[in-house]
């Protein structure tokens, strides 16, 4: 699976963005799709999964009620809406794709798509 995300930007606080990854290259709806961020001198961490049917999702517990993980799969693409930024949001935030049960662990994803850098502003 190849994984292109996109959509991030400069927002200031209590702003918002919605980050997107296109897939291809494998059958998309059966795959669980994630987003990890990483902050500059910080672990990736886990931010949001979607299960293959987007029937399940699960957040960290730092972005739950402000962020919302969603799919198409008729569109190949998973999306991130992220409201209410926070300067701690500051990262670049990567998609993944996990081939098994649903995750939150960086390990158990197969594939990566290059990271898109937010920036919320104080």
């Known amino acids: 699976v190849q994984l292109q995300a996109s959509g991030g930007g400069l927002v200031q606080t209590g702003g918002s963005l919605r980050l997107s990854c296109a897939a291809s290259g494998r059958t998309f709806s059966n795959y669980a799709m994630g987003w990890f961020r990483q902050a500059p001198g910080k672990e990736r961490e886990f931010v949001a999964v979607i299960s293959p049917s987007g029937a399940i999702t699960y957040y960290a517990d730092s972005v739950k009620g402000r962020f919302t993980i969603s799919r198409d799969n008729a569109k190949t693409t998973v999306y991130l809406q992220m409201n209410n930024l926070k300067p701690e949001d500051t990262a670049d935030y990567y998609c993944?794709?996990?081939?098994?049960?649903?995750?939150?662990?960086?390990?158990?994803?197969?594939?990566w798509g290059q990271g898109t850098q937010v920036t919320v502003s104080s």
């Open positions: 993944a794709a996990d081939g098994g049960v649903i995750s939150i662990l960086r390990d158990n994803y197969d594939y």
